[in-house]
C-alpha cells in the first residue's frame, strides 16, 4: 500500500518527512497553545476565548456553538494574525542574530521529531514494527544532542536583542537549561542500565525502552520503568520543565521581573516561531517521557499492544494496530501536556537563585545517588 | 521597634522536597477545571446593581412629567470637577408648569470631568438629579461624551414621588392664606 | 556522494574554524566555532560513529559552546581594533606553529599513521558497549588522568571564586 513511498528517491522522501513533520507540529504546537488559554482559564473559573466563529460554521445548529465556545477558532484567528502583523525590526539590534534566533529555536524543536518513534505495528512475523521517520540505534542520545542546540536561540536573542530584560532572558535561560541537562541525562541512565543486558549489542533506541515495557500479565517485565524507577521519572520530569523553560522554571520569560525575557524585542511572526519550538519542545520531551517512563504505545500496565490488539482481533491489519498504537502513544502525550498546563496555573514560578541550588544541589546529587543504586542493583540482580 | 520573634516551623523530609505541598495544590486547580465559572460574559450577561449604586448622573421627571429642576445651579456650584453647566431660563407664564420658578434652558454633563462623586444629588433641594445605575458610557468624540439635556432626562425617567411641590404651593397661594 | 559529502563537510569545518581565528567579534566567533564543531559531527557521520558524532553534539555544541557565549555576553567584550602583537606572546605562537608543522611533517613523510583497510579499523565511535568497554580497559589511564585534571581545574576555580568572610586571623 505504501510501496510507492518507499521507491521515491531518497531526498524526496527526506523532503516528504520533513514537510509532514512541520504540517503535524506546526497545529499540534498551536493546539497546545490555545489549549494552555482554555486549561488557564477553566482553572481560574473562566470560560476563556469563545468568541472566534467562521460565520458558515455558525450555522450548523449545534456543533457551531459547541465549538465557538470551545474556542477551537480562535487558533485560526491567531495564526492569521501572526501571519498579517507587521514585522518590528528594533533598530537597535544586531540585525543577522535578531533573525536567526528564531529559525534557530525551530531547527532542533523539529529535528528531534524525526528520531521519535510515535507508533508500532506487527509484521505478519508478529516482530514488532516501531513506527519511526528515523530510527536510529542512538535515539535517545540523538534527542539530547539535538535539542541541546535549542539553548542556542534563547541566548543569540537575548544578546542580539541588545537590550536589558532580553539578555537577562537570556542569561538565566543559558545557565539554566545546561545545569539540567545534567541531572536529565543522568536520570535516565538506569532505564539504560537496564535495558542493556548482558550478550546484546549496546542500544540508547528508545523503541527498545518501550520493548522492554512490553511484557504481558502479572510479570515485571510489563511494569513500566515509570514504576520501576519512581526517582528517574521525577527527575526526569522536573528536568524536562526546566529545560522546556516552563513553570515553575519559567526564568527565560518570567514575565513579572523581565517584561518577557528573551523575545521582548520580538512581535509578530518570529514571536510565534518562539512559542512554536516551546511547544513543539514540550510535545518531544512528553513523548520522550512517555517512551521511557510510560510504556510507550503500550495501552496499561501489564496490558502490552500485542495483547489488546489480539482483543480486538486487529492482529492481521498492522494498519489498525498503527493506528492503535498511534491513538494511545498520542492520548498519554496529551495527558503529559495538561500535566505541564496544569502544574504551570498552579507552582509558582521559582526565585533564580532556587533554581540553581535545585538543580546543582538537589537533583545532580540525588540523580547520581539513583545512577549508583540502580547500578548495583541491576548488577546483584543479574548475579543472583 | 517591637520585634516580633518568628518561629519557623521545622519542616519533615517529606514537606522539604514539596512534592506533598505541590499534589494539594493540584488537587485544588483540578477541583476548579470542573467548578462553575464566577466570570460574567459581559456585553450578554451584566451584573446585578446593588442598591445605593453611583453610576451616571441624571435628571428625572416628576410624575406629571414637569421636569424638576429649577435650574438653582446649586450642583454646578458643588460639582468638584465643574461638570456641569447650566443655562437657567424662564418658564412661560401661561404654561401648564407657570407657577413652577425656573427651568433649565440647558443642562450640560461633562462626563469626562464627571468623578461620579454624587455631591449633585446630595445638594439637589429639588430631588432633580440622581445618580443612576448605568455605569459604562462610550464615544467616539469629546462633544459625544457631553449629555445634554434631552439626554439626561431619556436616561433619567421619572421618579415616582409624591410630594407634587410645586402644585401644593400653586393649591395653598389659590386658596388665600391658611392662618 | 559520500566523497563529495566528505569534501563539502571538511571544506566547511575548515572555513568556519577559520572564521573562529579571523573574527574580531567574540560572538561571531564562537558561533564559526559552533559551526565547525557540527561539520566535524557531519564527518564523524560520514565515518559511522553516530555515537561520537552525538557526544560532540551535546558535549560540545550543546554545553561548551554555550558556556563560551555566556561568558562572553557577560564580559560585554567589545569588538575593538586588533590590538598589536606583542613581543612573547608573538614569539610563543611562532614556536608553536613551528611545532604543529613539524608533528605534520613528521606524519606525513614517515608514515607512522596506522593505514590499515578501513573494514579493518574497528569502528570504536559507533558502538556504545564497545566504545564503553574501550574506555574502561584500554584507554583507562587517558580517562583518569583527564578526571584529575578537570578536578584540578574545579578546586583551581573553587579556590579562586569563594570568599573567605571569616575573620583574617582565623
Not at chain 1, 549489542?201 to 524507577?229: N, R, Y
Not at chain 1, 517512551?291 to 495483547?307: C, D, V
Not at chain 2, 404654561?95 to 427651568?103: L, N, S
Request: proline share 7%; aromatic share 12%; hydrophobic share 50%.
Amino acid at each position: 500500500m505504501f510501496d510507492f513511498f518507499f521507491q521515491l528517491h531518497p531526498v524526496i522522501q527526506g523532503t516528504a518527512k520533513g514537510l509532514a513533520v512541520i504540517l503535524v507540529i506546526f497545529p499540534f504546537a498551536g493546539a497546545c497553545s490555545l489549549a494552555e488559554r482554555k486549561v488557564s482559564a477553566w482553572m481560574q473559573g473562566r470560560p476563556g476565548p469563545n468568541r472566534a466563529i467562521v460565520p458558515w460554521i455558525a450555522w450548523v445548529p449545534f456543533l457551531g456553538k459547541f465549538l465557538q465556545r470551545l474556542g477551537v477558532f480562535h487558533l485560526m484567528a491567531d495564526g492569521a494574525k501572526f501571519l498579517f502583523k507587521e514585522e518590528p525590526l528594533p533598530g537597535h539590534v544586531n540585525k543577522l542574530y535578531f533573525v536567526l534566533a528564531p529559525v534557530v529555536a525551530m531547527m532542533p524543536a523539529f529535528t528531534t521529531v524525526a528520531v521519535v518513534p510515535f507508533g508500532a505495528y506487527f509484521d505478519p512475523a508478529g516482530r514488532l514494527i516501531p513506527l519511526a521517520l528515523a530510527n536510529v540505534d542512538v535515539g535517545l542520545l540523538a534527542v539530547f544532542a539535538v535539542s541541546s542546540l535549542g539553548v542556542y536561540s534563547l541566548i543569540l536573542a537575548g544578546w542580539a536583542s541588545n537590550s536589558k530584560y532580553p539578555f537577562l532572558g537570556g542569561v538565566r535561560a543559558s545557565a539554566q537549561l545546561i545545569s539540567y541537562e545534567l541531572s536529565m541525562t543522568l536520570s535516565v541512565l538506569p532505564v539504560f542500565l537496564w535495558i542493556n543486558a548482558p550478550g546484546q549489542p549496546g542500544t540508547m533506541s528508545l523503541v527498545k525502552a518501550v520493548e522492554f515495557q512490553s511484557g504481558a500479565g502479572l510479570h515485571w517485565s510489563g511494569v513500566w520503568f515509570g514504576f520501576l524507577m519512581p526517582l528517574s521519572a521525577l527527575i526526569f520530569l522536573v528536568s524536562l520543565y526546566a529545560e522546556t523553560n516552563r513553570h515553575p522554571f519559567d526564568m527565560a520569560e518570567s514575565e513579572s521581573d523581565l517584561v518577557g525575557g528573551f523575545h521582548t524585542e520580538y512581535g509578530a511572526f518570529k514571536w510565534s516561531l518562539f512559542f512554536v519550538a516551546e511547544y513543539s519542545h514540550m510535545i518531544i520531551g512528553s513523548g520522550v517521557f512517555t517512551l521511557l517512563f510510560l510504556g510507550g504505545w503500550n495501552p496499561l500496565p501489564g496490558l502490552p499492544l500485542a495483547t489488546v490488539a489480539g482483543w480486538l482481533g486487529l492482529a492481521g491489519t498492522p494498519l489498525l494496530v498503527a493506528l492503535l498504537s498511534l491513538a494511545v502513544f498520542l492520548g498519554k502525550i496529551v495527558f503529559l501536556l495538561f500535566l505541564f498546563m496544569w502544574v504551570r496555573w498552579t507552582v509558582p514560578r521559582f526565585r533564580y537563585d532556587q533554581v540553581m541550588k535545585l538543580g546543582w544541589q538537589k537533583l545532580l546529587p540525588l540523580s547520581i545517588a539513583n545512577l549508583v543504586f540502580y547500578a548495583l542493583g541491576i548488577a546483584f540482580l543479574e548475579r543472583g | 521597634m517591637a520585634v516580633i520573634p518568628l518561629v519557623r516551623p521545622t519542616l519533615t523530609l517529606l514537606e522539604r522536597t514539596y512534592l506533598p505541598q505541590i499534589a494539594s495544590g493540584l488537587k485544588t486547580t483540578l477541583k476548579h477545571i470542573f467548578s462553575p465559572n464566577v466570570t460574567l460574559e459581559y456585553p450578554e450577561q451584566r451584573p446585578a446593581i446593588p442598591p445605593g449604586y453611583r453610576g451616571v448622573p441624571t435628571l428625572v421627571m416628576d410624575p406629571n412629567g414637569r421636569e424638576k429642576c429649577v435650574s438653582c445651579q446649586l450642583c454646578e456650584f458643588v460639582c468638584p470637577p465643574k461638570a456641569i453647566r447650566i443655562t437657567p431660563g424662564e418658564i412661560p407664564a401661561d404654561a401648564p408648569t407657570g407657577h413652577v420658578e425656573k427651568a433649565p434652558q440647558a443642562f450640560d454633563i461633562d462626563m469626562l470631568r464627571c468623578i461620579y462623586c454624587g455631591l449633585c444629588q446630595e445638594v439637589c433641594p429639588e430631588e432633580a438629579i440622581f445618580l443612576q445605575n448605568q455605569y459604562s458610557m462610550s464615544g467616539y468624540t469629546r462633544a459625544e461624551m457631553v449629555n445634554h439635556k434631552d439626554r439626561l432626562y431619556e436616561l433619567g425617567g421619572t421618579l415616582p414621588d409624591s410630594h407634587h411641590k410645586w402644585d401644593k404651593k400653586l393649591a395653598a397661594e389659590k386658596s388665600g392664606p391658611a392662618h | 556522494m559520500a566523497q563529495i559529502l566528505f569534501y563539502l563537510f571538511a571544506a566547511f569545518t575548515i572555513a568556519s574554524a577559520a572564521g573562529v581565528v579571523a573574527n574580531k567579534n567574540a560572538v561571531n566567533a564562537a558561533m564559526c566555532l559552533l559551526l565547525s564543531l557540527v561539520g566535524v559531527a557531519g564527518l564523524f557521520v560520514q565515518l559511522d560513529a553516530y555515537l561520537l558524532a552525538f557526544l560532540l553534539l551535546l558535549v560540545y555544541a550543546g554545553a561548551v559552546v554555550a558556556l563560551f557565549l555566556f561568558i562572553v555576553m557577560l564580559l560585554d567584550t567589545k569588538s575593538r581594533a586588533s590590538a598589536s602583537f606583542k613581543k612573547l606572546p608573538m614569539f610563543a605562537s611562532l614556536v608553536a606553529f613551528g611545532l604543529l608543522l613539524a608533528g605534520l611533517g613528521t606524519f606525513v613523510t614517515r608514515g607512522q599513521l596506522e593505514s590499515r583497510p578501513l573494514h579493518a579499523v574497528p569502528a570504536l565511535g559507533a558502538n556504545l558497549k564497545l566504545y564503553a568497554y574501550q574506555l574502561f580497559t584500554t584507554y583507562l589511564l587517558p580517562v583518569q588522568v583527564i578526571g584529575f585534571l578537570l578536578l584540578i581545574a574545579m578546586l583551581g576555580v573553587i579556590v579562586l571564586s569563594k570568599k573567605y568572610d571569616g575573620p583574617e586571623d582565623a
